[in-house]
């Protein structure tokens, strides 16, 4: 079965950072874009960034851009995401996601990011 | 940057009933080289994460109920449950990925 587990979740004060971890179990993670998408709480999704298969290729949110980087180790099946300078408003549920022709076809569970003095 | 809408906000309907959910992109997502609309459906149940249910706009992921089902082309399109059930109750978004991705807002989704 694919899998996507999340890790990495924590409190951090404006201005610090953070690394979130994904790893993939149950497919061959070399052969898909991936992504992260967050959610605030109570509040709807944002598409974060996108990686193609060997990590050229990488797609942020205006957002996002210059702070936030993602990056991959397809060797060991996981995706990441370098969080800096965060900001209040980067607090919420950070989920990654397999990226398909068709869409985001499976998803990890999330993990809680909160950016807070 | 393409921009997503979603009507209504929240929609309550009785069990059974038909719901309906509209989407609108600030331009086209058709792609003219293979006919396909950009377009997906995600279903978000409260504490899990979201579950793609539609894409190219109309065709439904394997496992979903049929009840579910997706039209439109171009800049609108419609998500229809023919006949709600209490497991329908969630949260229903758009995506549009021509280009880049983008969410709609979100509908929720509630029973009558």
């Known amino acids: 079965d694919v899998q996507l587990v999340e890790s990495g979740r924590g409190l951090v004060r404006p201005g610090g950072s953070l690394r979130l971890s994904c790893t993939a179990s149950g497919f061959i993670l070399s052969n898909y874009w991936m992504s992260w998408v967050r959610q605030a709480p109570g509040k709807g999704l944002e598409w974060v960034a996108n990686?193609?298969?060997?990590?050229?290729?990488?797609y942020y949110v205006d957002s996002v851009k210059d702070r936030f980087t993602i990056s991959r180790d397809n060797a060991r099946n996981s995706l990441y995401l370098q969080m800096n300078s965060l900001r209040s408003e980067d607090t919420a549920v950070y989920y990654c996601?397999?990226?398909?022709?068709?869409?985001?076809?499976?998803w990890g569970q999330g993990t809680l990011v909160t950016v807070s003095s | 940057d393409i921009v997503m809408t979603q009507s209504p906000d929240s929609l309550a309907v009785s069990l059974g009933e038909r719901a309906t959910i509209n989407c609108k992109s600030s331009q086209s997502l058709l792609y003219n080289s293979n006919n396909k609309n950009y377009l997906a459906w995600y279903q978000q149940k409260p504490g899990q994460p979201p579950k793609l249910l539609i894409y190219w706009a109309s065709t439904r992921e394997s496992g979903v109920p049929d009840r579910f089902s997706g039209s439109g082309s171009g800049t609108d399109f419609s998500l229809t449950i023919a006949s709600l059930q209490a497991e329908d109750v969630a949260v229903y978004y758009c995506q549009q990925h021509y280009t880049t991705w983008t969410f709609g807002p979100g509908t929720k989704v509630e029973v009558k």
């Open positions: 990686i193609d298969q060997d990590g050229d290729k990488k």
């Open positions: 996601a397999r990226v398909a022709v068709s869409g985001f076809d499976y």
